[in-house]
């Protein structure tokens, strides 16, 4: 089987073809055969039948004697014979054949039986179609005449044509297996070249693209297929590069401050505040990226949700009080019932991140707006700060991204917050965009599906409207 594995399809499929073919010609010549056979034995058993029925006739009428009524009917090659009730041969078509029986075949008068024999007394290896007929004289003597009509022309004629049907079998098998073959050879062309250049691709680890043939056939549908998964495999592993990159980049800067921290305090044996809250910090900052790497690589894993009602309202009129009670900014919030399945935990982490990025953007207040519209739980928050640009909307969301005019690190941002936005909101069946409000003002904007028991409270822009009394944005 190992060996049979290793072989070439085209191979495989060559062989496979000539063993059914084959199989298929032979049992077809041999029934060929075998029906020839058996049509021109009846054909012959008809012939002898007709020349015993003859004699019958001549002996049963009384017409002639019984031995004279044999040499009246023509044998045209066959042997006949008439024998008595005694089994003696009253009299034979030939001389020669009086000395012994043909066949032991007695049937009682009125009755025929037949037999096919390969060879008869004093010869060898003529075959003999044999029918004997019983038969009774006007006196009451009872005989049976025997016809052999030899076989010889029969057999030579099957074999003949089975000869030449197996040749030209033959040569039709070698005429498929060629046509096959080069109609597998062509067929198989353009995989073993998409093959080829996916192996160049690969080995020189570079982009490139399959050509596509004109065909329009599958082949041309599955260089397409791969020409898409190429496409698809290089922009993830830019996207991997392009991660680890950053990812890098994000530690090193924190580790370097940390080393730098510990020399400076091994250099120096006095205590220092200051040294120890720096490193506190960006060791903390640190454990912020690697959680939100872990909370990223578990959404890629696709790590299934808790799935349970959640009243978004309750999250959003948390995080308010916690800004408000940082007194920071001015926060305003317009609150209404609204009501998700999902997973608690990952829904007020989504909240936060984007309060946090409203935070490190704004340039006074902060507005947080919840409500429902159409059966859509949606969750507005806007900050004072300028819009994002249009083709910049959708590239804020990938991991690590930063805008043109603040690459710099703002307050702690890790470039990840709103990328795990997007992959919690993705998760519960939501979106998030990145927008902006009626007045111009930065906003983003979650939409996720609400249940069937949520409020169906509209969805306001007012500010300071909420079911939990959250009161003027006075902190």
């Known amino acids: 089987m190992r060996r049979w594995e290793r072989w070439s399809l085209q ?34 058993l008809d012939s002898a039948r ?30 006949i014979q008439l024998v008595d009730a005694s089994g003696r041969v009253v009299a034979a078509s030939e001389p020669a054949e009086m000395r012994s029986r043909l066949t032991a075949l007695a049937p009682p ?16 290896g003529e075959p003999y179609a044999i029918v004997a007929q019983g038969v009774r004289d006007p006196a009451g003597t009872a005989y049976v005449v025997v016809v052999a009509t030899p076989l010889r022309v029969e057999t030579d004629s099957v074999r003949t044509a089975t000869v030449l049907l197996a040749v030209g079998s033959v040569l039709l098998l070698l005429l498929v297996l060629g046509l096959m073959r080069r109609t597998m050879r062509g067929a198989l062309q353009p995989v073993e070249r998409i093959r080829a250049e996916v192996d160049r691709i690969t080995q020189v680890r570079g982009r490139g693209q399959i050509t596509v043939p004109p065909s329009g056939d599958e082949i041309s549908r599955l ?28 530690l090193r800067s924190p580790l370097a401050t940390i080393r730098a921290a510990i020399e400076v305090g091994k250099a120096s044996d006095a205590p220092d505040p200051g040294r120890d809250d720096l490193i506190l910090a960006e060791t903390l900052r640190m454990q912020r990226l690697v959680d939100d790497l872990l909370t990223l690589a578990k959404a890629d894993d696709g790590v299934p949700i808790a799935a349970s009602e959640v009243d978004l309202d ?26 998700v399945l999902g997973d608690r935990g990952r829904l007020e982490q989504m909240v936060r991140n984007l309060v946090d990025n409203a935070t490190r953007h704004t340039t006074g207040a902060v507005g947080l707006t919840v409500g429902t519209s159409e059966g859509q739980v949606v969750l507005y928050v806007d900050n004072d700060g300028d819009p994002l640009p249009e083709d910049q909307r959708a590239a804020v969301f990938e ?7 603040s690459r710099e690190r703002d307050r702690g941002g890790s470039g990840l917050g709103l990328a795990i936005v997007r992959s919690i909101a993705t998760s519960h069946g939501g979106r998030v965009v990145a927008t902006e ?32 009394g959250v009161g003027s944005p006075s902190p």
């Open 11 to 44: 191979r495989r499929v060559l062989t496979l073809s000539a063993v059914a073919v084959t199989i298929a010609i032979a049992m077809g010549v041999a029934a060929y055969a075998v029906a020839l056979d058996r049509i021109l034995y009846a054909a012959a």
């Open 223 to 250: 260089a397409r297929t791969m020409n898409q998964m190429l496409a698809r495999l290089d922009q993830s592993d830019a996207s991997t590069r392009r991660f680890v990159s950053d990812a890098s980049h994000e």
């Open 437 to 468: 409000t009626p007045t111009g003002d930065c906003r983003f904007a979650v939409t996720l599906p609400g249940t069937d028991d949520a409020s169906s409270a509209p969805l306001s822009s007012a500010p300071e409207r909420s079911r939990h």
């Open 314 to 339: 309750d999250i959003v009129h948390a995080e308010v009080r916690r800004l408000r009670a940082l007194g920071e900014q001015e926060v305003r919030a317009s609150i209404g019932a609204a009501r």
């Open 50 to 79: 007709l020349q015993g029925g003859d004699i019958v006739a001549a002996i049963s009428s009384g017409e002639e004697p019984a031995a004279i009524s044999i040499s009246e009917v023509a044998s045209r090659g066959a042997l």
């Open 399 to 405: 991991r690590f991204a930063r805008l043109e005019q």
């Open 109 to 124: 008068p009125g009755r025929i039986r037949t037999a096919q024999v390969t060879g008869l007394p004093g010869e060898v």
